[in-house]
Structures are given as C-alpha cells and as structure tokens.
C-alpha cells in the first residue's frame, strides 16, 4: 500500500512543477512497454520528503528500507536502493 501512496504523492510534486505537466509520468517506475520512453528518461526532481525525512529519488523510495530510490527491480517493477536490497525483494516474493 505505501509504494501506491508514493506514486500519488510524487506525481502530485512532479506535476506542479513541470513545465508541461501532461510530460509527467504516472508511474514511478516505467512499465515494460514504456521502459525507454522519454517521459521516464527525463525525471522532474522535487525536494519531496517520505514521512521519515528522505527525499525521494529518481524512482520515490526503496520498497525495503524507504530510502531514495535511484533504480529500481527490472523483475518485479519496484523502485530500490541498492542491488542487495533487490535480492532480498526477490527471496521475499518467491517465499510468498
């Protein structure tokens, strides 16, 4: 439920400073069919905060540990942080 929660509050901050806000993604992360598109190429930074103080990265915040989320998991499509943290998203899915 957070990661939904994310995507609205950084489009919602993407989207008001954009200089053409129909530009703005919805997603944080692009879906397949999208993955090279210009729209997820160029990210609109905004100084956005998640509820413990990290500003968001490129793709919002990490799924596992809530901090900036400069890429994300090409399996599951989910902003991460670190490669490490990607591997135990995956373990956690396969368990479940």
Known sequence: MTSIVDEVVVYTARKAVAADPSEVPLRLVPPV????SPRYKNIIGTEI???????????GWCIMSR???NS?????????CTKELKYLHLEEMTLS
């Open 49 to 59: 905060k998640n509820e413990r103080g990290v500003p968001a990265g490129k793709f």
């Open 67 to 69: 901090e900036s989320a």
């Open 72 to 80: 994300f998991c090409k399996d599951t499509r989910v902003p991460v």
């Open 33 to 36: 069919a999208e993955t090279n």
